[in-house]
């Protein structure tokens, strides 16, 4: 198991920043592909961004790509989401999710951990 914990969830006007964290409290963080989720009201589930064990390689939907960033930190056991230019669409819960297979998913299913998420909403 791998409890995960995201935070930095809000109330944001369109235009403005926020700052997604989620640690990890068990299992060895480094092992994890790492990926970031959201869904909306009456959606399904929808891939954000993800990034590879050591933080060499990520990857982005086409609807974030320049505007949000992902990163982690191995020492600290936590993955960041850095959001800017925020649109009343990006409204959702956001979800971390962990998997140890070696490359980048961007399907929720492959994913083995997730947290309780964390909710981002950005008003207009």
């Known amino acids: 198991q791998v409890p995960l914990v995201e935070s930095g969830g809000g109330l944001v006007q369109a235009g403005g920043s926020l700052r997604l964290s989620c640690l990890a409290s068990?299992?060895?963080?480094?092992?994890?592909?790492m990926g970031w989720f959201r869904q909306a009201p009456g959606k399904d589930r929808e891939f954000v961004a993800a990034?590879?064990?050591?933080?060499?390689?990520?990857d982005y939907a086409d609807s974030v790509k320049g505007r949000f960033t992902i990163s982690r930190d191995n020492a600290k056991n936590t993955v960041f989401l850095q959001m800017n230019s925020l649109k009343p669409e990006n409204t959702a819960v956001y979800y971390c999710?962990?998997?140890?297979?070696?490359?980048?998913?961007?399907?929720?299913?492959?994913?083995?951990?997730w947290g309780q998420g964390t909710q981002v909403t950005v008003s207009t």
């Open positions: 068990g299992g060895t963080f480094s092992s994890y592909v």
């Open positions: 999710e962990a998997h140890s297979f070696m490359f980048i998913r961007r399907s929720t299913s492959a994913y083995d951990f």
């Open positions: 990034i590879t064990r050591s933080g060499g390689r990520d």
